[in-house]
């Protein structure tokens, strides 16, 4: 995700160019437009190594015992942490649409890339799902999207903690230019990891609508569906909120330990 800021900057530098004349070849050629094409087709094979891998497992342990709980966890952390490494500095590796959109509300991303971002990760999910469909020939006992264990209300109130938390840590380190911007994809796949571990076996751990969507597409099962598009949603945009609240100035750290009070740092006066 360290990419993030970059799509704002080349969406605005966009705007300022002066007109050029179309040549037939311009809607291809443009370096915009090809750029926009690799961030999408990013999006599209992390999403869909995302869910193999973090899904495939589940699978695998169902079929086969093979994995067990706390191996599935360590899956989806690592297999998050490797995708924001292999495509964060092409796309900013969301691979999720609440975070994609949580980005866009707070102005870290250009609104004119969500739709291309949501249809990519979208497609991704439902692609894996669909490979581990047919390579595991799953039968619907075998279920691998997200169900509810018990209250839904109680499943919807944890979606909404976890992906809370989620964006949270990803605002932490993919949007503030005082974080260790190499450390993102670790911090990213460790609070997956915890997430999972804590809430994968009450309401499914999904913190991504196309996580859900993928499996219950292609499976035929909605069952508590709403849960998963509202609470990652909402966790998501409550997480970026809070920490805009705390992010009080983008200045490094340094140049902050160098004003002798806060409020010097924040207004910009120095001695």
């Given at each position: 995700m360290p990419s993030i800021n970059r799509d704002l900057e080349e969406s605005k530098s966009a705007k300022g160019q002066s007109p050029r004349r179309y040549d037939g070849s311009l809607l291809c050629s443009s370096p915009a437009v090809v750029a926009v094409i690799q961030k999408v087709f990013a999006e599209a094979v992390g999403t869909y190594f995302l869910i193999f891998v973090g899904c495939g497992t589940f699978v695998v342990n169902k079929k086969y015992g093979s994995?067990?709980?706390?191996?599935?966890?360590?899956?989806?952390?690592?297999?998050?942490?490797?995708?924001?490494?292999?495509?964060?500095?092409?796309?900013?590796?969301?691979l999720n649409p609440a975070v994609t959109i949580t980005f866009a509300i707070f102005r870290q991303f250009p609104y004119t890339q969500v739709p291309s971002y949501i249809a990519a990760q979208l497609l991704g999910s439902i692609f894996a799902s669909g490979t581990i469909c047919l390579l595991f020939e799953v039968e619907q006992e075998h279920f691998f999207g997200t169900l509810p264990n018990g209250s839904?209300?109680?499943?919807?109130?944890?979606?909404?903690?976890?992906?809370?938390?989620?964006?949270?840590?990803?605002?932490?380190?993919?949007?503030?230019?005082?974080?260790?911007?190499?450390?993102?994809?670790?911090?990213?796949?460790?609070?997956?990891?915890?997430?999972?571990?804590?809430?994968?076996?009450?309401?499914?751990?999904?913190?991504?609508?196309?996580?859900?969507?993928?499996?219950?597409?292609?499976?035929?099962?909605?069952?508590?569906?709403?849960?998963?598009?509202?609470?990652?949603?909402?966790?998501?945009?409550?997480g970026g909120f809070a920490y805009n609240l705390i992010r009080f100035t983008d200045k490094p750290l340094n140049e902050i330990t160098k004003s002798s009070t806060l409020l010097r740092s924040l207004t910009g006066q120095h001695r």
């Open positions: 994995i067990t709980f706390p191996g599935m966890c360590v899956a989806w952390g690592l297999i998050i942490m490797v995708m924001v490494y292999a495509v964060g500095h092409i796309s900013g590796a969301h839904e209300v109680r499943s919807l109130i944890l979606e909404i903690i976890i992906s809370f938390l989620l964006m949270f840590v990803i605002s932490g380190v993919a949007t503030d230019s005082r974080s260790t911007g190499e450390l993102a994809g670790i911090a990213i796949g460790m609070t997956i990891l915890i997430n999972v571990l804590m809430a994968g076996q009450v309401s499914g751990a999904s913190m991504n609508p196309a996580r859900s969507l993928g499996p219950a597409i292609v499976m035929n099962e909605y069952k508590g569906i709403w849960i998963y598009l509202v609470g990652p949603m909402v966790g998501t945009i409550m």
